[in-house]
């Protein structure tokens, strides 16, 4: 349907899309089951998609849509503090839309009514007052009229209370989903700052382990250079006392088959030998060395990178969202409310 | 000939001095070899252990993040079924 390199220069987080990627290699694809592959399903987790494929059509347009709209809006390096953020506008602003449909065709329609029939009541009362003062017989059926009438508004009012309380307990809702997303990038920084300090020793360590390993290749390096001199100095000597044994009237063949002279030569080719061994030793451990730290460096910049962001963020606010509030109630100096059960 | 004899055991001796010389520099390779790769191995070891723990807690932030991530997406469905049931 799309591939990696696409969802990447739409600005998608790299680590996100590998974990669908990976949760689409693992087993867990739906395709050949011809079920949604909706880019929205492909980076829920297998759990939340059992969810998603739960619910109903509409719900699921309407999650679709919310999914959509949060992924358009998060940019190429988004941490979960923006995403819970941006779910938590998202989630505003759908809900706010489909409160204010719900208002404008049911509560302005009452409201309607109501002021229409407080019209009707005025109107009644203005005959009423015209009747007593002209003193024309038949009030008594026009103040039953009006009675009725405000009655019908009372009702009218008590229906509209009822939306009324609707809307509130959505506001309610909404300020509990803020709170539990709060709640999830809080915990995220909390372990984050937790590790900081930590993983930062791990690296510098690291770094002072690789230098000890190069320290420890040029210690070893002088002391093979001191060891070379001490070789060559008992070569200069060996050469000096196979020409003193030439002089004795021996060919070099001979000199060269002494057995003294003989071992003396196998023990220098040896000693350059074992030194070059322990310095190739050396050179191919440091080098898998660099490579290992070269491979877990690459590894832990994102993540030093992720700890530096969570670890500025203050913990005590992480998210706001300035929209979450009530218009006719101070719902956001609710206490902390408790966070609600999960689905599933 | 006694003369030539004697030169020729004090060039025998010389030569036997450094060949104990020879095995002196050589041993002294080995032991130079086998300090640096006890050194070496400490250092090996505490890089693995440390890299290890690296790992670890790069792995431990991406699941937290990912966790993170799906209790998130999971706020939204419930949100879309929580509309749904309340349309």
Known sequence: ?344 | MSTDNQSKQALSDQLEALIKEAEKINRGIEEDGSQATKEVDALVADIQETIGRIKQTCADIDNSEQEANDNIDRSILEEAEFMDNNE
């Not at chain 1, 023990?267 to 190739?280: V, Y």
């Not at chain 1, 706001?320 to 009530?326: P, S």
């Open chain 1, 1 to 344: 349907m799309f591939d990696s390199s696409q969802r990447l220069d739409r600005g998608d987080d790299p680590d996100r899309l590998q974990n669908s990627d990976a949760r689409h290699e693992s087993g867990d694809d739906s395709r050949e089951k011809g079920e949604d592959m909706s880019e929205e399903m492909l980076i829920l987790s297998s759990k939340n998609r059992s969810i998603f494929k739960r619910l109903t059509d509409r719900a699921k347009k309407t999650a679709r849509n919310i999914i959509r709209s949060v992924k358009d809006k998060i940019p190429g390096k988004a941490d979960v503090c923006a995403k819970a953020q941006i779910v938590t506008n998202e989630l505003y602003t759908h809900r706010h839309e489909r409160i204010q449909l719900h208002w404008g065709k049911e509560v302005e329609a009452i409201q309607m009514q109501i002021d229409a029939l407080q019209a009707s009541a005025k109107s009644i009362q203005g005959q009423i007052d015209d009747f007593r003062k002209r003193k024309i017989p038949g009030v008594d059926d026009m103040i039953l009229s009006k009675r009725t009438i405000e009655m019908q508004i009372h009702n009218l009012e008590t229906q509209k209370d009822k939306y009324q309380s609707k809307y509130e307990a959505e506001q309610d809702k909404m300020i509990i989903g803020a709170n539990e997303r709060n709640r999830i990038a809080s915990e995220v920084i909390r372990r984050c700052k937790d590790k900081m300090e930590p993983f930062e020793r791990d690296l510098e360590t690291l770094e002072k382990r690789k230098k000890s390993v190069d320290l420890a290749g040029e210690k070893l390096e002088a002391k093979h250079a001191e060891r070379k001199k001490d070789l060559d100095d008992l070569e200069e000597r060996k050469t000096a006392l196979e020409n003193a044994l030439m002089m004795g009237n021996k060919s070099r063949e001979e000199v060269k088959r002494n057995p003294s002279v003989k071992a003396i030569e196998k023990m220098i080719a040896s000693g350059h030998k074992e030194m070059q061994k322990q310095k190739a030793d050396l050179l191919r451990l440091r080098n898998e060395i660099d490579s290992q730290i070269a491979e877990v460096g690459a590894q832990a910049a994102p993540t030093r990178d992720k700890l530096f962001r969570y670890s500025r963020i203050k913990e005590e606010a992480p998210i706001t969202n300035e929209n979450v509030k009530d218009r006719n109630r101070k719902v956001h100096n609710l206490p902390p409310l408790p966070i609600r059960p999960r689905i599933g």
